[in-house]
Every structure is written in structure tokens, then in C-alpha cells.
């Protein structure tokens, strides 16, 4: 069975970083294409960035140039390093491995940024 556990969120400042985690269980990171999700308060879900199997990225304008994806085969885990944080940013952020509609998904983990 497959299992993602996000952390690493939490409280920063606007302009601040931090590094978000996924240890992924039940699968092979480097053989699927994985991605971060968002949910802020009041909207919708929406799609960060992705990375596929072949290391590919692609990432959503608002966050292009602050936020990078990485992986870490040897820990199948995934990373999202978040610069310049925004109060924009602030939201319950996913790991997704296998698409947003049959996809599995962690539990999510809260990342504040406060002006």
C-alpha cells in the first residue's frame, strides 16, 4: 500500500523559507511522477509543481523561481524548498503520487507565513 507523510510546515515570516518533506512508502519515487499540492484557506486545491519519473518539472507561475522540487532516491523522498515565502503561500500543502483524480495523497502539512 502506498503511503506519503508530509512535513517540515509550519510558521515563517513573508521572505522566509522552508523545506517541505515526503516519505513515500509502498513504491518507488523515481519510477512515478509525483508532485506538491496546495490548499489555502478558502480556495480551491491547486497544483504547485510536478516532477516525473524522468526528472522532469513543471511548476506554477506563482511560485516559479522560489519553490524547487527535489528527490532524495535513497530515502524515496520528496522535497519542496520554498524561498521568498509569501502570505499568498499560506495553505495546507500535499504530496501526490499518481495524479490529482486517482492519485494517493499524504495528510498534508500547514505552512503559515505571516506579513
Known amino acids: 500500500q502506498v503511503q506519503l507523510v508530509e512535513s517540515g510546515g509550519g510558521l515563517v515570516q513573508a521572505g522566509g523559507s522552508l523545506r517541505l518533506s515526503c516519505v513515500v512508502s509502498g513504491t518507488i519515487i523515481s519510477i512515478n511522477d509525483m508532485a506538491w499540492y496546495r490548499q489555502g484557506p478558502e480556495k480551491q486545491r491547486e497544483l504547485v509543481v510536478t516532477i516525473s519519473s524522468d526528472g522532469r518539472t513543471v511548476y506554477a507561475d506563482s511560485v516559479r523561481g522560489r519553490f524547487y522540487i527535489f528527490r532524495d532516491r535513497a530515502k524515496n523522498t520528496v522535497y519542496l524548498q520554498m524561498t521568498s515565502l509569501k502570505p499568498e503561500d499560506t495553505a495546507v500543502y500535499y504530496c501526490?503520487?499518481?495524479?490529482?483524480?486517482?492519485?494517493?495523497w499524504g495528510q498534508g502539512t500547514q505552512v503559515t507565513v505571516s506579513s
Open positions: 501526490n503520487q499518481g495524479g490529482q483524480s486517482k492519485g494517493y
